[in-house]
């Protein structure tokens, strides 16, 4: 999509608290992150038009969407011919027409013949996997089929945009890693805005981060950038997961540094391609020998800080290759293996609460 | 159910108290005399009724005014009463061939139809056949109900058909579409022309001789004050019945 | 054997429950006790009761569509915006539903009537309501409306505005949005508002005896019919009323029907 036009917006939302300015690149993909209330919602759905600022602009390419002065007053195009399509939730397909309406639902829109409608749906439907679903109603879809369609049905509309509003926070755990590996497909080349509770999906799917707080922009940047020295609060919430990136192996992944951190992989991964580890701190545990028994992931290490969190700690240990690792351990604990800065340690991470994605 | 009942028991107890009668010599204690009668009597027999009370110490009169066929109807399905007074004598017989009478019927007034108009009489009505003209929205009662029942006999006799824009099923509704303007003209009974005052003018016509409506009065077999009952329809046939009557546009009947 | 789910109720909601529903089933048996059924095809089938019962499902389906013109508008508007005065403006426009019939006849009278507000200007171009079947339509349509209204407005406000934002963005024009896909969403709702407000039409007797008159083949529905059959022939009027009643009986099917749907 060579065409995909870059978004400025700036707008004020008196009785919501909002006050913000978010500027995308062409075929750049933001992910929007913050606790609730922050006003993610409320910026979605002002770029899609379904909500008027109280004043504000925003431009999509050459085009103005609105452009509203302190009154209110102003150009302001409705939600219809913006060429903007929304990802929600939950699928929301019309209940009432088949996969194949729905998704040629936009092209119909659009003035576009019922044939060639239904020829452009059915090609959306093969590019995610859904071509099999056509006849059906949605009352007889999964969640993560459902979505699927939903993504086709707004790809369909060939939107200049594309928002999603937490498009998998819905669906079955199992369902949320296929529906992503589509997403990043889809997503590459296009602008578009990601509202997100997982930090996977910023990862995974946007080139950048906004951070959202309390109405307006906390932080924003690179994402891995963010994710590695995150400066708002919530930037570090989301932050306190270990990730360890490199290349699938038959159950894990191998770091640059050549060390395998072994999981429970994810169908979608392919042994030899990249990939990313997931685990909490909790599932990190800190000794200053090798422990007895077979533990599958050992993993040399350095402390490297000590940062206080409540009745816990977090400790930020170094390992082979510049991987970085952090563990919560108890202060009784730290206190008795006598943990400070530069301490020898052997970190150990179950490979039941390890999970691996294709990257 | 029971509560509800009692509830109307008290209700009319109440009612009965309303007349303060001390009684007075032995055997005339107090009477409640019920008198069913038409609703075209409503306002004549309302005040022959206050009248009697007042001249018939202890004696208290109630009244239940509707449309004839509605209280025989009651009357068969056994409501208490001592008098009925009909406004056709087709009502009356149906409840004389059910032996609900005692003795015979009497008829104690008549009752004819007038057009009636808008005040002023802006279409220049001057008789029955200017009824049937093309330009009258022409209102009259169904021929199933007495009024409407008069019209057509006056229409037989007279060989003038008319062609209404409504047929209703009570006169005040002719009366009602009369006085709104919905209708140029109406047929009603002499007594509801002069029961809407001035809201309507009245024209007499010769053809309503026609189709006279006699209203019969009796008293009930069922009543348990057989002897007031008569004299109150005495009172009714008598001089101060005829007045009132009169009053209000009834003719005697022969 | 069909499996049945614990009810939970307490098992002296029975008996008022029981008695509720004789109380509103023994009349219906009462009337079907006084039919003289030897007579029963006869009675109803007279030219008299013929053109009432013509009359009444001609007119009440004039109304229906009627209603579902003015309705269906209505309902979406308070559905789905807000503006000042919008709560008054309901319960205004929801009078008719618990007005007297014969309340809304005279208001109509005062209308549509030779000398009423809009009447007036009628009469002057050759236009008279009063006395014609159109009257008869404007009350029937007038008492019905608010039910269609009332029960459309409840399903959009229940389905929610979230599709017609997808279809939106998906490039629907508004009106796409209503034809496409707001209205087949509450197609059932529109159904049971509908038959609703035909029930309430076919009933009608208040407003029409007050504003249309009656005179048969041209206002005299059905209603007025047995009104008016009540004063010679009651035996007329109770085989008359049980048409009445079979009709209303099949509409509540109908809406049951449509509801299950949903």
Redesign the interface.
């Known amino acids: 999509m060579t065409d995909a036009p870059a978004l400025t917006c700036e707008i004020a939302l008196g009785d919501r608290g909002v006050e913000l300015r978010i500027e995308i690149e062409a075929g750049e993909t933001v992910a929007v992150l913050g606790p609730n209330g922050a006003g993610k919602s409320t910026l979605l759905s002002t770029i ?3 909500l008027r600022p109280d004043r504000g602009s925003a431009r999509l390419g050459t085009e103005t969407l609105f452009d509203l002065d302190t009154g209110g007053r102003g150009s302001w195009s ?3 011919a ?5 990802l ?1 939730q ?1 699928a ?1 397909l ?3 027409l088949t996969v194949t309406e729905n998704v040629a ?2 092209p119909r ?2 003035g576009v013949p019922r044939r060639a409608a239904r020829e452009a749906a059915l090609r959306w439907l093969d590019e995610v996997g859904a071509r099999e679903y056509a006849g059906r109603k949605p009352a007889q879809l999964s969640g993560g089929q459902a979505q699927r369609i939903s993504v086709a ?2 790809l369909a ?1 060939e ?1 200049r945009l594309l ?1 999603l509003d937490e498009p998998m926070a819905a669906l079955d755990v199992t369902m949320v890693p296929p529906v992503r590996q589509m997403l990043r497909r889809v997503l590459a080349d296009r602008t578009s805005i990601i509202v997100t509770h997982d930090v996977l999906d910023a990862l995974l799917l946007a080139d950048r981060v906004v951070v959202l707080e309390d109405g307006g922009v906390a932080e924003e940047g690179p994402t891995a950038e963010v994710l590695a020295q995150p400066r708002s609060a919530f930037g570090a919430s989301i932050a306190d997961v270990n990730l360890w990136t490199g290349t699938a192996t038959a159950d894990g992944v191998r770091s640059a540094g050549g060390v395998e951190m072994h999981g429970v992989a994810h169908a979608a991964v392919v042994p030899g391609h990249p990939a990313i580890a997931a685990f909490a701190p909790r599932a990190v545990a800190l000794y200053l020998e090798a422990p007895v028994g077979s533990p599958r992931n050992v993993i040399p290490a350095r402390v490297r800080e000590l940062e206080p969190r409540g009745a816990t700690v977090r400790v930020h240990v170094a390992g082979p290759g510049g991987a970085e690792l952090s563990a919560e351990v108890t202060a009784a604990a730290l206190a008795e293996l006598g943990l400070v800065p530069g301490t020898e340690v052997v970190a150990v991470v179950k490979a039941t609460e390890v999970t691996t994605y294709p990257a | 159910m029971a509560a509800v009942l009692a509830l109307i028991g008290g209700l009319n107890a109440c009612g009965g108290d309303g007349d303060d009668g001390d009684s007075t010599a032995a055997g005339s204690e107090e009477v409640t005399l019920t008198v069913f009668a038409a609703a075209s009597l409503t306002s004549t027999f309302t005040e022959l009724g206050e009248r009697f009370e007042s001249e018939n110490e202890g004696v208290s009169v109630e009244f239940n005014f509707a449309g004839s066929s509605d209280l025989v109807a009651q009357i068969q399905n056994g409501s208490p009463a001592d008098v009925f007074a009909s406004a056709d004598e087709k009502n009356m017989q149906k409840a004389t061939d059910d032996d609900l009478v005692e003795g015979e019927p009497t008829l104690f007034a008549a009752n004819t139809l007038q057009i009636v108009t808008a005040p002023g009489n802006p279409k220049g009505i001057e008789g029955f056949e200017d009824l049937a003209a093309e330009d009258i929205t022409l209102v009259i009662c169904a021929p199933e109900v007495p009024c409407g029942a008069a019209t057509k006999e006056v229409e037989e006799s007279s060989g003038i058909t008319l062609s209404p824009a409504s047929e209703e099923s009570a006169v005040t509704d002719v009366l009602a579409k009369v006085t709104s303007g919905e209708a140029d003209a109406g047929l009603v009974y002499v007594t509801d022309a002069v029961g809407a005052g001035d809201a309507v003018e009245s024209i007499s016509f010769p053809e309503a001789a026609d189709a006279v409506n006699d209203y019969p009065i009796a008293v009930l077999a069922g009543s348990e004050h057989g002897d007031m009952a008569q004299r109150f329809v005495d009172f009714v046939l008598g001089p101060t019945g005829r007045e009132v009557l009169g009053e209000a546009g009834f003719v005697q009947s022969e | 054997m069909r499996s049945s789910q614990y009810s939970g109720l307490p098992a002296w909601v029975y008996v008022p429950a029981a008695a509720g529903a004789a109380f509103v089933l023994l009349p219906l048996l009462a009337l079907m006790a006084r039919v003289d059924w030897s007579q029963f095809i006869s009675l109803i089938t007279s030219e008299s009761s013929v053109a009432a019962l013509r009359l009444s499902l001609v007119t009440a389906s004039i109304s229906t569509v009627a209603c579902v013109v003015l309705g269906v508008p209505m309902a979406v508007v308070l559905a789905r915006t807000r503006f000042a005065g919008q709560s008054v403006l309901r319960s205004l426009v929801l009078l008719p539903m618990v007005l007297p019939p014969v309340v809304g006849g005279i208001a109509l009278l005062y209308t549509f009537g030779r000398r009423g507000l809009l009447g007036e200007h009628l009469e002057v171009v050759g236009l008279q309501i009063a006395f014609s079947t159109v009257a008869v339509v404007i009350a029937q349509t007038f008492v019905s409306l608010p039910f269609l209204v009332v029960s459309l407005e409840g399903t959009l406000r229940t389905a929610g505005r979230r599709y017609d934002i997808v279809a939106a963005t998906l490039g629907a024009k508004p009106t796409t949005v209503l034809r496409r896909v707001t209205l087949p969403l509450v197609l059932p709702g529109l159904a049971s508002g509908a038959i609703l407000a035909f029930a309430r039409a076919l009933g009608e007797f208040g407003a029409t005896i007050t504003f249309a008159g009656s005179l048969q083949g041209v206002t005299r529905t059905l209603p007025l019919e047995i009104y008016l059959q009540r004063e010679v022939d009651p035996d007329a009027a109770v085989a008359l009323s049980l048409v009445l009643v079979v009709v209303a009986v099949l509409v509540i099917g109908l809406v049951r029907g449509s509801r299950g749907q949903m």
């Open positions: 899609a038009g379904t409705q939600p219809h913006r060429g903007i399509a929304l929600a939950d929301l019309f209940p009432h639902f936009g829109s659009r049905r707004a509309a939107p928002l």
